[in-house]
C-alpha cells in the first residue's frame, strides 16, 4: 500500500478493542476525511501567539497542505526540511517506512494512507548536534463539508546524531471537526530525538497522533508529550525497539478539564537484546472528563537483558473524573527487568491546610499543589520556551 | 494579645478541648505541657483553623474573633503555628512556597508584594537562624528533608512569616541536641516585645533552650495548671500524675535553680 492511493479499509475500531475503548466512537464517525484543501494564505491564524517562542526553522501544515508562507524552511547545514508531497512525488526513499505500510493497524491509519498526502519531513544528516530546536506546527481548521484533515510527519535522524523536534498541534474555529496526524520517526545507529508533542486543538475537535518509532543499536528517544486539549485527545505511541542497546523514554501529561477524553496509548516493543525502555505518564482530570493510561510493553523471545520501567500517576479534581489506567506487559525473554506501577490520589487535604496556614489562600494552594504535581513533567522539558508555553497554558485554564 | 476562653474542641462523638481558658500578653513566651492525648496539638490546630474540628467557646487575637476565620486569613491575622509534622509538598519550589506565603499575607493586609530580590535577602536572613545554606530554598517543600531539617524549616518559615503568635506543636520531638539547640536559638532570636509565643512540648528539655514566662499543664482538654518555669521542672521530676487528679500539693519541693544537666 502506497500514500495516497485508495485503499481498503478496516472497519472502524469498537468499544471491543482495547486501545480504542474509551473513544467516542459515534463522534468519531461523523468525521468526514478527504483530499486535503488547500486554504491559501488567507487563513486567519495568528500563529506567532499560540505556538512556544522558539526562533528557527519550522514547518506549518494547515488542514494537512504545508504553508510554505508560514514556514521557515531554511535550516542548519545537515538538516532538511521538505514536504511529504515532494518526497512522495520524488520517490525518495527517506519517506518510505511512512508510506509502505501493508497492514493499516486501524481505520485511522488507512485513512492516513489515503488522504495524508502532504505533511512536514525533516532529515538530519549523520554526525550531527543540531542544536536548534525544529518546529512542526499543525493547525486544523474544519469546514462543514469536509471537517477533518490526515496530515504526516516524517523524522529521520541520522547515525550517530541528535536532534530536537517541537511539535504543537492546534486548531482555529468553534466547528466540529478532527485531525489525523501520522508521524514516522526513524533513529539510525547512535541517533538521539527528543521529540515534543504539545497537543492543544479545540474542544470542539478530536485529535488523533499516531507515532511509529524504529530505533536503531544505541539510539535514544526521548518523547515529551502534553496531551491537553480537543474533546477526544488521542497520542498513541509505537515504538520498536530493533538495535542492540536502544534507549525509548517516553513521558508526559494529560490534564483534562469539562468533557474530556485524553487517550495514551503506548506500545514499547523490545525486539533485541539489550535495551532500555521507561514510560512515565501523569494525568490531572478535573470536571467530567476521563483519562486512559494503556501502556504495553512487550519483551520478545531473544530480547534478554531488557530493562523496562513504566510508571503512571493520576491526581483526580473531581468525584465525576475518571481515570482508566492499565499495564500491559508481554514477557517472552529471559533476565528481563520490568516494572511498572500506578497511583491514583486526590489532591492532599493535610497539605493544602498546611499552605493556607501559611496564608495562601486556598485557590492559590489548590493551584501550587496541582502545579507542583504536574510541574514533575514539565521540568523535564530542556527547552525554556516550550516549559514557559505549558505553565502558561496551565496557568491560564486552571480553574479553581 | 491572645485571650482564649472556654474553648471546646470535638471531633466526632469525641471532646478533646473541654473549656481551655489561656491569655497570652505580647511579648510572653507561654509553653504548654501535658501527656500524650491531653489535647495540645488539638489546641495548636484549633488556633490555626484546622477543619474537622466542632470549635466552642472564644479565641480573639488583638480583639479579633480568630474562630470566624480560614486559616488563611489567620495568618493574615498575624496566627503562625509550627507543625509538629511538617508536611511534604512534591513539585512546589521552598523559595517559591515561601514567598508565595508572605506576598499572600502582605496582599491580604493592603501591603506591597515584595519581589523577588528583595525576598532573596528576607530569606537569607531566616537561612542564616537556622544554619541553613542556599539549597535548601531550592529544593521541594520539605521533601526528602530529615526531621531536623523539616522543624528547622518551620523556624525559617517563621521567621520569612514574622508571626504577631506564633504556636510551635512539639518543634523540639524527634530533633538530636545539635538540631534542638540551632531551633531554640532560632526561635529565641524571634522573641520580641511585640510578639507572643506558644511553645506546646511534651518534655521538659526543650525549655531549657526557651525560657518561659509561663508553664501551663494541659490534661484531659484543661489546663489544670499555671506557674512559672519551675513547674516544667517539677513535671521532669515527677510526670504528669499528679496531675491526673490535680494534686500538686503532694509533691516533693525543688529548688528554683534551673535544668539539671
Redo the contacts between chains.
Keep these: 500500500m502506497t500514500i495516497g492511493s485508495v485503499v481498503e479499509r478496516p472497519a472502524f475500531p469498537t468499544k471491543r478493542d482495547e486501545a480504542w475503548r474509551y473513544a467516542p466512537h459515534r463522534t468519531l464517525a461523523e468525521l468526514a476525511f478527504g483530499p486535503p484543501v488547500e486554504l491559501g494564505a488567507n487563513v486567519p491564524v495568528d500563529l506567532d501567539a499560540q505556538i512556544p517562542a522558539i526562533e528557527g526553522p519550522r514547518i506549518v501544515v494547515i488542514n494537512g497542505v504545508v504553508d510554505t508562507e508560514r514556514s521557515h524552511l531554511g535550516a542548519p547545514t545537515g538538516v532538511h526540511l521538505s514536504t511529504l508531497a515532494e518526497k512522495v512525488g520524488g520517490g525518495s526513499e527517506l519517506v518510505a517506512a511512512h508510506i509502505d505500510v501493508h497492514e493499516p493497524a486501524d481505520a485511522f491509519v488507512a485513512l492516513n494512507l489515503e488522504y495524508g498526502v502532504d505533511g512536514a519531513v525533516v532529515h538530519v544528516a549523520e554526525g550531527l548536534e543540531v542544536d536548534v530546536p525544529i518546529q512542526i506546527v499543525d493547525i486544523e481548521i474544519p469546514d462543514r463539508t469536509q471537517n477533518a484533515s490526515c496530515t504526516g510527519v516524517v523524522i529521520h535522524v541520522g547515525s550517530g546524531s541528535s536532534a530536537t523536534v517541537v511539535e504543537t498541534r492546534l486548531g482555529v474555529g468553534t466547528e466540529f471537526g478532527g485531525s489525523n496526524i501520522r508521524t514516522t520517526v526513524t533513529l539510525d545507529d547512535g541517533a538521539t530525538l527528543e521529540h515534543i508533542l504539545l497537543q492543544d486543538v479545540p474542544t470542539t475537535q478530536v485529535h488523533l497522533s499516531r507515532i511509529d518509532v524504529t530505533q536503531g543499536a544505541d539510539s535514544a528517544y526521548r518523547a515529551r508529550s502534553f496531551n491537553l486539549g480537543a474533546a477526544y485527545g488521542r497520542v498513541a505511541y509505537h515504538v520498536r525497539l530493533q538495535g542492540v542497546g536502544a534507549h525509548a523514554d517516553l513521558s508526559g501529561l494529560f490534564f483534562g478539564f469539562g468533557e474530556q477524553t485524553l487517550d495514551q496509548q503506548l506500545s514499547v516493543v523490545h525486539a533485541v537484546p539489550d535495551c532500555t525502555s521507561r514510560q512515565s505518564f501523569r494525568g490531572v482530570l478535573d470536571d467530567e472528563s476521563t483519562g486512559v493510561f494503556n501502556g504495553g510493553i512487550d519483551v520478545r523471545p531473544g530480547a534478554d537483558g531488557t530493562d523496562a520501567v513504566q510508571s503512571n500517576d493520576n491526581l483526580i479534581l473531581s468525584n465525576r473524573a475518571e481515570i482508566n489506567t492499565q499495564p500491559r506487559l508481554e514477557i517472552l525473554a529471559d533476565e528481563v527487568a520490568c516494572k511498572h506501577g500506578a497511583t491514583v490520589g486526590q489532591l492532599?487535604?493535610?497539605?493544602l491546610?498546611?499552605?493556607?496556614?501559611?496564608?495562601?489562600?486556598?485557590d492559590?494552594?489548590r493551584r501550587?499543589?496541582i502545579?507542583?504535581?504536574?510541574?514533575?513533567v514539565v521540568d523535564d522539558v530542556g527547552i525554556e520556551a516550550v516549559r514557559t508555553w505549558i505553565t502558561q497554558r496551565l496557568g491560564h485554564d486552571i480553574d479553581v | 494579645m491572645l485571650h482564649v476562653e472556654n474553648l471546646t474542641a470535638t471531633i466526632g462523638d469525641k471532646q478533646i478541648l473541654k473549656g481551655l481558658d489561656l491569655d497570652v500578653e505580647a511579648g510572653e513566651v507561654h509553653a504548654i505541657m501535658g501527656p500524650n492525648g491531653s489535647g495540645k496539638s488539638t489546641f495548636a490546630h484549633a488556633l490555626?483553623?484546622?477543619?474537622g474540628y466542632e470549635i466552642g467557646g472564644v479565641a480573639t487575637l488583638d480583639g479579633a474573633d480568630l474562630l470566624e476565620m480560614?486559616?488563611?486569613e489567620?495568618?493574615?491575622a498575624g496566627v503562625?503555628?509550627g507543625?509538629q509534622y511538617?508536611?511534604?509538598?512534591?513539585?512546589?519550589n521552598n523559595m517559591y512556597?515561601l514567598r508565595?506565603?508572605?506576598n499572600?499575607?502582605r496582599k491580604?493586609r493592603g501591603e506591597k508584594e515584595i519581589g523577588a530580590r528583595d525576598f532573596l535577602a528576607v530569606a537569607k536572613q531566616a537561612m542564616d537562624l537556622v544554619e541553613m545554606k542556599q539549597d535548601f530554598l531550592d529544593r521541594?517543600v520539605n521533601a526528602g528533608f530529615s526531621g531536623g531539617e523539616k522543624k528547622r524549616n518551620e523556624i525559617l518559615?517563621m521567621a520569612v512569616?514574622e508571626p504577631k503568635l506564633a504556636v510551635l506543636d512539639e518543634t523540639d520531638s524527634g530533633l538530636d541536641i545539635d538540631a534542638l539547640r540551632i531551633i531554640a536559638s532560632g526561635v529565641n532570636a524571634l522573641r520580641s516585645p511585640e510578639r507572643s509565643m506558644i511553645v506546646i512540648t511534651h518534655y521538659q528539655r526543650l525549655l531549657d533552650y526557651i525560657k518561659p514566662d509561663f508553664v501551663h499543664v494541659l490534661v484531659d482538654g484543661r489546663i489544670v495548671r499555671s506557674g512559672d518555669h519551675t513547674l516544667a521542672l517539677h513535671l521532669e521530676d515527677h510526670g504528669y500524675a499528679d496531675f491526673v487528679n490535680h494534686d500538686l500539693d503532694d509533691a516533693p519541693e525543688r529548688p528554683l535553680t534551673g535544668a539539671s544537666s
Design positions: 492532599d487535604d493535610t497539605a491546610y498546611y499552605m493556607r496556614s501559611r496564608g495562601i489562600p486556598v492559590d494552594a501550587l499543589l502545579n507542583g504535581f504536574a510541574d514533575q | 490555626a483553623g484546622r477543619d480560614e486559616p488563611e489567620r495568618a493574615a503562625f503555628m507543625f511538617p508536611v511534604e509538598i512534591p513539585g512546589v512556597f508565595t506565603a508572605l499572600s499575607v491580604a521541594a518559615q512569616m
